[in-house]
C-alpha cells in the first residue's frame, strides 16, 4: 500500500512527557499537512510543509509543538510536556502540487494521543 | 475559504442513492468543491472534487449547480459500509495550497 501512513496508531502518556508522531507522506508528494482532531469534531489544520519548508502554523500550534520535515520526506510532530487537553487524533495528510490544477489531500490513518 | 453548510444527519435505505446537499454560497470562482467522508475512528477518505462541471468516479457523482452555490455528493447504490460522516469542502488548492476547514459534516446512516 502505498498511501500515507503514520505511527504510532496510539499513544498513552502521562501529563507532562513528551510525545513525537511520525507522517510518511505518498512517494513524491510535495506538501505535507497536520490536523488535529478532537472528539465529535472535524479536523482542524495545524501547519503545512511544502517540501522542508514549514510555510504555515495555526494557532493552535502552541510553542510545545514542533512539526519538522527534513530533507522534504516524512515528518514529525513532537508535543513537549504534553496536557490532557492535547488529547486528540492527529492526522497527516500530503498532496502534489498543482496536479491538474487541483490539490487533493490525502490522509493517513491518524495517531490517537491519550494523556492521562 | 467560503464556508459550507450542510445537514447535521441523513439516512439512507442499503440499495438506495444516497444524496447529500450541501450550500457554498460565497464560494470564489477559483475554489473547488471536495467531498471527503470519515468512518469511526479513521482518517479522512477523499470522494470527488469538481469547480463547475459535474464528475462521476468509482465512489461517486458530485452535481454542481450552474451558479456554484450549492452542490449534491450522490453514492448511487449505498451500503452499511458507507455509513461514515461527510465532509463537504471548499478549497482553492493548485498553486496557492489549500489547508481544509472542515464543518461538522453530515453524519449519513445507511440502514438494512
Known amino acids: 500500500d502505498t498511501g500515507v501512513s503514520q505511527d504510532p496508531r496510539h499513544k498513552i502518556t502521562k501529563r507532562g512527557q513528551n510525545v513525537t508522531f511520525r507522517c510518511d507522506p505518498i512517494?513524491?508528494?510535495?506538501?505535507l499537512y497536520w490536523y488535529r482532531q478532537t472528539l465529535g469534531q472535524g479536523p482542524e489544520f495545524l501547519t503545512y510543509?511544502?517540501?522542508?519548508?514549514?510555510?504555515?502554523k495555526s494557532r493552535l500550534l502552541s510553542d510545545r509543538f514542533s512539526a519538522e520535515r527534513p530533507k522534504g520526506s516524512f515528518s514529525t510532530l513532537e508535543i513537549q510536556r504534553t496536557e490532557q487537553g492535547d488529547s486528540a487524533m492527529y492526522l497527516c495528510?500530503?498532496?502534489?502540487?498543482?496536479?491538474?490544477?487541483?490539490?487533493?489531500?490525502?490522509f493517513g490513518p491518524g495517531t490517537r494521543l491519550t494523556v492521562l | 475559504d467560503a464556508k459550507t453548510t450542510q445537514p447535521t444527519s441523513m439516512d439512507c435505505a442499503e440499495g438506495r442513492a444516497a444524496n447529500l446537499p450541501c450550500n457554498h454560497s460565497?464560494?470564489?470562482?477559483?475554489?473547488?468543491v471536495y467531498w471527503y467522508r470519515q468512518i469511526h475512528s479513521q482518517g479522512p477518505q477523499y470522494i470527488i472534487h469538481?469547480?463547475?462541471n459535474n464528475e462521476t468516479n468509482e465512489m461517486a457523482s458530485l452535481i454542481i449547480t450552474e451558479d456554484r452555490k450549492s452542490s449534491t455528493l450522490i453514492l448511487p447504490h449505498a451500503t452499511l459500509r458507507d455509513t461514515a460522516v461527510y465532509y463537504c469542502i471548499v478549497n482553492a488548492g493548485g498553486t496557492s495550497y489549500g489547508k481544509l476547514t472542515f464543518g461538522q459534516g453530515t453524519i449519513l446512516t445507511v440502514h438494512p
Open positions: 469538481g469547480l463547475k
Open positions: 512517494s513524491e508528494h510535495n506538501r
Open positions: 460565497t464560494i470564489s470562482g477559483n475554489e473547488y
Open positions: 495528510a500530503s498532496s502534489l502540487e498543482g496536479v491538474g490544477g487541483t490539490d487533493t489531500q490525502y
Open positions: 510543509f511544502q517540501n522542508e519548508a514549514q510555510l504555515e
